[in-house]
C-alpha cells in the first residue's frame, strides 16, 4: 500500500510524530511523507491512502495569524523553541481548501498539542478529519492526539504511541478490506 503523509509543524512536534508514524508504516507500506507546502494534488490523488497532520492552534488548525504568533513566540530572547522551515507558509487548513475532491479513498487525522483535556485545548485533528471527509476521504480511524509539555516538548513515549498507532492503521485496513 502506497501512503502519502501530509504534516504542518512550526516547533518540530509535529514533524517529529509525522516521522515516527512512517516508521511504524514502513513494515508493511510503502510510505512518502512530505511538508504541507511541499504536497501536490498528483502526490494525493497516486496515495493509496492519505494520513494529515498538524499542531493545535486556537482550539483547531493552524491560521496565518497562529503562525505569525507561533514565528514570533520563537524570537522571543528566553525562547526555547526553533521555527521549522517554511513555518510560516500556508498551512493544512489553506492546503486541505484547494484539495481535489477523492471517493471513498482512506485517510486519518492526528494532531500534537498540549497535555490537557481536549475540552480545554481544541483538536486540530477533529478539523482535518471534517475536511477530508468533506472532500470525499473516507476516514477510518478516530482522529487521534499526540501530547506535549507545556514547554513545548514531546511527552515521553508520544513517539512510541505514534509508531504503534500506525501499525494498527494498517492492521486495521487489512482487517475491514
Partial sequence: MHILIVYESMFGNTRRVAQAIAEGLRTSSEVEIVPVGQATP???????????????????????????????????????????????????????????????????????????????????????????RAHGFEVVAEPESFLVTSQNELVEGELDRARSWAEGLVGGLVAIG
Avoid: C, Y
Fill in 42 to 132: 498528483l502526490m494525493v490523488s497516486a496515495a493509496e491512502m492519505l494520513i494529515v497532520g498538524a499542531p493545535t492552534h486556537v482550539h483547531g488548525m493552524s491560521s496565518a495569524t497562529s503562525r505569525h504568533g507561533a514565528a514570533e513566540q520563537a524570537t522571543k530572547p528566553a525562547s526555547t523553541v526553533s521555527l521549522e522551515p517554511n513555518a510560516e507558509a500556508a498551512g493544512i487548513r489553506d492546503w486541505l481548501a484547494t484539495l481535489p475532491k477523492e471517493s471513498g479513498k482512506p485517510a486519518v487525522a492526528f494532531d500534537t498539542r498540549i497535555k490537557a483535556p481536549s475540552i480545554i485545548t481544541g483538536r486540530a485533528s477533529s478539523g482535518i478529519a471534517k475536511a477530508l
